[in-house]
């Protein structure tokens, strides 16, 4: 089988869904062929990996993108290179811009195309538009996006909840992703290697984070509820393993809280508390040497449709706290395998107290939970590869022919984009290539008049004003390459 995973992050960037299509495509490559398409990062060595990896145009979109660059899904290289290796099927795991590119590719292969939807887009959507109009355009357009896919899975139920009460309308399977940990605990020499360095006394409870440091999974409600464990006394270790966008606001809190903290030094004076910041760990050995050393998993996200982080940590036999009702928490008994608390401070501070004085317990929790909610890749991609087969014998029986019939619009709408592209380019203030790009991705789905340009155009460029370093050089370049490629795209002559 060949296949073309799409996404929009890749490694070197660290998150979820990067590291969701890596392994799907290590997992897979052991008996099929596959190929990675993703935005270029400059400094990426992506001939490193037992797959091929198309790193297609890209723009510097990360001081406002919350550290992403920004993929140019008209890309015609790229366009090239995925049609060329003729996929049987396209696999995106995001429904931006991969699901663009995906679906340019299908236009000349015919290859079906699998969406998996990973995290809650409308929270990415309305963090980053402050305009209620905009924003509700933004996800018009993502949902119709998501529909003109040939088949769409959730990687949890709580995903698929979301992507319905955004308004899609058409079916939806849960795949669910897996972890590259093999099941069981680090060595302890392992351990001891990967921990020495920090100031994690004997005896004294370790809590361990690990993830993207963003505000909206919920770390300040950790941080407040570490402050009330403090203040009683209560030894304690919180260690927060990633980075991002709000680190340096999360360290502000620590530093006006008052809280004792190290950030990957250790301080010679002892605290009775202390919260540690190591940044980003890549390596995975180390990242499980972590998870065998923390007493608790603590993970208050209500943002997050998967937590493999979780699974990770059980796979480790680490139990994790989690918000009751969570996307995370799917599979969790409190008690049994995990904990479940409330969405506020009070109850978070309440189950670290108690957790504290009773570490047996969160040993036999992980104990099970590594027997209950782990699921390594292996068996997850099984899963997916049977899916798989399933689709293309949908396609050989003609199941998505209506779907097909929807790429005969491609064409037009990319040379409606691309005109609005233009327009935009002319005007006399300069913006981001990624802001101008991801415009012309959401004109060809919504429609958007020249006056509605204009004033989205004047929104970005109000936010904007002191980051606008635009290259027209590269634009005009850019245009031109994809002009180039209209007539090949039209005439399928790839």
Same mark, same amino acid.
Request: glycine letters at 6%; one cysteine or more.
């Given at each position: 089988m060949k296949i073309a995973l799409l996404n929009d992050s890749f490694p070197p960037v660290i998150d979820g869904v990067a590291n969701a299509v890596y392994n799907y495509a290590s997992t897979l490559c052991k008996e099929d062929e596959v190929v990675v398409g993703t935005p270029n990062y400059p400094e990426a060595d992506y001939t490193k990996y037992p797959f091929s990896v198309i790193p297609y145009t890209s723009f510097n979109t990360t001081s406002f993108a919350s550290g992403y660059r920004t993929g140019n899904p008209f890309d015609l290289k790229a366009i090239q290179e995925v049609t060329r290796f003729q996929p049987d099927l396209i696999h995106s795991h995001c429904p931006i811009m991969s699901t663009y590119l995906a679906k340019l590719v299908r236009n000349v292969t015919d290859s079906p195309i699998i969406l998996?939807?990973? /995290?809650? $887009? #409308?929270?990415?959507?309305?963090?980053?538009? /402050?305009?209620?109009?905009?924003?509700?355009?933004?996800? *018009?357009?993502?949902?119709?996006? !998501?529909?003109?896919?040939?088949?769409?899975?959730?990687? =949890? *139920?709580?995903?698929? *909840?979301?992507?319905?009460? %955004?308004?899609?309308? @058409?079916?939806?399977?849960?795949?669910?992703?897996?972890?590259?940990?093999?099941? @069981?605990?680090?060595?302890?020499?392992?351990?001891?290697?990967?921990?020495? &360095?920090? #100031?994690?006394?004997?005896?004294?409870?370790?809590?361990?984070?690990?993830?993207?440091?963003?505000? $909206?999974?919920?770390?300040?409600?950790?941080?407040?509820?570490?402050?009330?464990?403090?203040?009683?006394?209560?030894?304690?270790?919180?260690? %927060? !393993?990633?980075? @991002?966008?709000?680190?340096?606001?999360?360290?502000?809190?620590? !530093?006006?809280?008052?809280?004792? $903290?190290?950030?990957? +030094?250790?301080?010679? #004076?002892?605290?009775? @508390?202390?919260?540690?910041?190591?940044g980003a760990i890549q390596d995975r050995a180390v990242l499980k040497a972590w998870n065998t050393r923390a007493d608790v998993f603590l993970f208050p996200s209500t943002f997050d449709t998967n937590g493999l982080v979780v699974r990770e940590a059980a796979a480790c036999g680490l139990a994790s706290m989690l918000i009751e009702g969570s996307c995370a928490a799917e599979g969790i008994v409190d008690g049994r395998n995990g904990f479940l608390v409330q969405q506020e401070v009070d109850s978070i501070a309440e189950f670290l107290e108690t957790i504290s004085q009773n570490l047996p317990l969160a040993k036999a929790c992980g104990e099970r939970a590594m027997e209950e909610i782990y699921l390594s890749w292996e068996d997850a991609i099984g899963v997916a590869r049977k899916n798989y087969e399933l689709v293309l014998e949908k396609k050989d029986r003609g199941e998505y022919k209506h779907k097909?019939?929807?790429?005969?619009?491609?064409?037009?709408?990319?040379?409606? =984009?691309?005109?609005?592209?233009?327009?935009?380019? *002319?005007?006399?203030?300069?913006?981001?290539?990624?802001?101008? #790009?991801?415009?012309?991705?959401? /004109?060809?789905?919504?429609?958007?008049?020249?006056?509605?340009?204009?004033?989205? +155009?004047?929104?970005?460029?109000?936010?904007?004003?002191? &980051?606008? /370093?635009?290259?027209?050089?590269?634009i005009k370049k850019s245009l031109n390459e994809v002009y180039e490629g209209i007539q090949r795209l039209t005439n399928k002559d790839l």
């Open positions: 998996t939807y990973h /995290t809650k $887009y #409308d929270v990415d959507i309305k963090n980053a538009i /402050t305009s209620e109009l905009l924003q509700k355009k933004s996800i *018009e357009a993502l949902v119709s996006n !998501i529909s003109s896919c040939d088949e769409v899975w959730a990687v =949890s *139920e709580g995903a698929k *909840e979301n992507l319905y009460s %955004l308004g899609y309308k @058409g079916e939806c399977k849960v795949v669910y992703n897996g972890v590259d940990f093999e099941k @069981g605990k680090a060595n302890p020499e392992l351990v001891q290697e990967a921990t020495k &360095d920090y #100031d994690l006394p004997p005896g004294v409870p370790v809590f361990l984070f690990v993830g993207r440091l963003m505000k $909206y999974k919920g770390i300040p409600l950790l941080i407040e509820a570490f402050k009330r464990l403090y203040e009683k006394d209560i030894p304690f270790r919180f260690v %927060l !393993i990633g980075d @991002g966008a709000d680190r340096d606001s999360i360290l502000q809190e620590v !530093i006006d809280k008052k809280l004792p $903290y190290d950030t990957n +030094k250790i301080k010679s #004076d002892y605290a009775h @508390g202390k919260i540690l910041f190591t097909q019939q929807e790429t005969s619009l491609m064409n037009q709408a990319i040379t409606q =984009s691309l005109t609005d592209f233009i327009y935009l380019t *002319e005007a006399p203030t300069r913006m981001k290539e990624g802001m101008l #790009d991801n415009m012309n991705a959401f /004109t060809k789905d919504v429609k958007l008049t020249h006056n509605q340009l204009l004033a989205i +155009k004047a929104h970005v460029q109000a936010r904007l004003a002191q &980051d606008a /370093t635009i290259m027209e050089k590269e």
